[in-house]
Each structure stands twice: as C-alpha cells, then as structure tokens.
C-alpha cells in the first residue's frame, strides 16, 4: 500500500466522482450511485480508517460506509 498524505481523523470533502459499469441486467438497488453523486462538493466527512489498498473509510451518514480511493 503507498503512503497516503491523509490520516486518520482527517476531515476531507469527496472532489469527483467516477460513475460505475454494472453488468448487464445490474441495478444500483441500494442506491449507492446516488450516495457517491450527493457527497461531491457538498459533505465533508472524517476518515475512520484505510483498507489494504489505501481506500479512506468514510461514513457520510449514520447508517452508510463507503471506501474511496486517494
């Protein structure tokens, strides 16, 4: 895993945001896409951890985790 310039604790605002390819026949059931697109330039959130590969844990809402990469 390289060496991030974020810790822990740190406050970060998510800056992009990639769409995903589902397979064919797929739905975003869970409504995840729409998590990822409402975080854009607006939530800030506190990193909780990193995987390993390097993805921050960041917990935009009480019930929701997600991972996104540096």
Do not use: N
């Amino acid at each position: 895993m390289k060496k991030g310039k974020y810790k822990i604790g740190d406050v970060v605002t998510v800056v992009a945001y990639t769409p995903p390819r589902y397979a064919a026949g797929t739905k975003d059931e869970l409504g995840t896409e729409r998590l990822f697109k409402s975080m854009v330039g607006r939530k800030s959130c506190r990193i909780h951890g990193f995987d390993q590969y390097g993805h921050s844990e960041l917990r935009p809402t009480r019930w929701d985790t997600i991972w996104i990469g540096q």
